[in-house]
């Protein structure tokens, strides 16, 4: 079989890391990258290969079978939906947007055209995943805590709500995101901000945000988000179940049981490129081990933006299964 032909569609550092890991496939060739900065794309097209486009329609006229989106949350859409109407494989880093309208557009595109996609929530492939679920599957999950403890990363458009999303959306979704894996679905959420932006110019994000979070199974769990450090102190979720304590990071898995205290370690290194590699590998028919396809990362996105609206509104915000969130507001309901 001939080469996967893989265009990438953004140029900065979440790109460059999957360019890094493509070009050490095999069975992939880097054709083009396109940015709105024409010396990043062609940064990169020279050190992994490929050439730079000067748009997406000339990335797209390369005949590509696949193409990645790696844009920041606010640049979502127009990418996706050039991407969609060309019939071309796509994945899409998180989050796959900046608002649930957009993301819930290039989900309705995506079904329609019956679409293979996958989208970069690679905590999805952490070695130690398996084993938690294993341990969960007889004990119900009483209480979920979860934390994205860092700093505010070096780009100018993070600090800000309508080009981020703020760390609720852009960082903590990959805590989100297992805490759906591993405890069900959130039905409601309570969220408070400080009001406070980070010492960063141009900042009106929330430095801090907490979150109280009910299940459809009636367990209960919160949500701790920072940036206010000046490193990435801690990121990852527990989870207590009946006699069951967990500890989940990239790092690897803490269990605490009857049988005492035990550490199960993981190469989030390893999780980076396995996401990937399962997106080739389905591009190519081989196997089937896209864990978030679009639709499914959809539904992680709805949770992280009911997070953010809730401390922006300081409502109560009710999630209800496959449709948008509706906000409580003094006791009545009002569509969202």
Same mark, same amino acid.
């Given at each position: 079989m001939r080469k996967c032909r893989v265009g990438l569609v953004g140029a900065g550092g979440v790109a460059q890391r999957h360019a890094r890991?493509?070009?050490?496939?095999?069975?992939?060739?880097?054709v083009g990258v396109t940015d709105v900065a024409p010396e990043a794309a062609s940064a990169l097209a020279e050190q992994h290969g490929g050439r730079a486009c000067a748009d997406v329609a000339?990335?797209?006229?390369?005949?590509?079978?696949?193409?990645?989106?790696? $844009?920041? @949350?606010?640049?979502h859409g127009p990418a996706e939906e050039a991407v969609i109407e060309a019939g071309v494989p796509m994945f899409v880093e998180k989050p796959v947007a900046v608002d649930l309208s957009t993301a819930e557009r290039i989900a309705e595109l995506v079904a329609r055209r019956g679409l293979r996609t996958a989208v970069g929530h690679h905590w999805r492939y952490l070695s130690v995943l398996d084993q938690a679920r294993d341990l969960l599957a007889d004990r119900p999950v009483r209480m979920v805590s979860g934390a994205w403890l860092d700093k505010v990363p070096p780009v100018a458009w993070w600090s800000r709500r309508d080009?981020?999303? +703020?760390?609720?959306v852009e960082?903590?979704?990959?805590?989100?995101?297992?805490?759906?894996v591993l405890a069900g679905e959130v039905t409601e959420v309570t969220?408070?901000?400080?009001?406070?932006? @980070?010492?960063?110019? +141009?900042?009106d994000i929330d430095s801090v945000t907490t979150a109280a979070l009910r299940f459809a199974d009636g367990a209960v769990g919160t949500l701790s988000a920072a940036c206010v450090l000046g490193w990435k102190h801690r990121a990852g979720l527990e989870i207590l179940a009946d006699g069951l304590a967990l500890a989940i990071t990239?790092?690897?898995?803490?269990?605490?049981?009857?049988? +005492?205290?035990?550490?199960? @370690?993981?190469d989030p290194e390893a999780a980076r490129v396995a996401v990937d590699r399962a997106f080739v590998d389905a591009v190519r028919?081989? +196997?089937?081990? $896209?864990?978030?396809?679009?639709?499914?990362?959809?539904?992680?996105?709805?949770?992280?933006?009911?997070?953010?609206?809730?401390?922006?509104?300081g409502a109560t915000v009710r999630l209800a299964t496959a449709t948008a969130p509706t906000v409580l507001a003094n006791g009545v309901t009002v569509d969202a």
């Open positions: 890991v493509l070009a050490g496939f095999d069975d992939v060739e880097l000339e990335l797209l006229a390369a005949e590509l079978d696949a193409v990645y989106v790696c $844009v920041p @949350p606010f640049a080009r981020s999303g +703020g760390p609720v960082q903590a979704a990959h805590v989100l995101d297992l805490i759906r969220a408070y901000g400080n009001g406070t932006p @980070p010492p960063v110019d +141009g900042a990239e790092d690897g898995l803490s269990i605490r049981d009857a049988d +005492g205290e035990r550490h199960v @370690p993981a028919g081989i +196997g089937d081990d $896209v864990r978030v396809p679009y639709a499914e990362a959809l539904a992680t996105q709805r949770l992280a933006l009911a997070l953010a609206d809730s401390a922006r509104t």
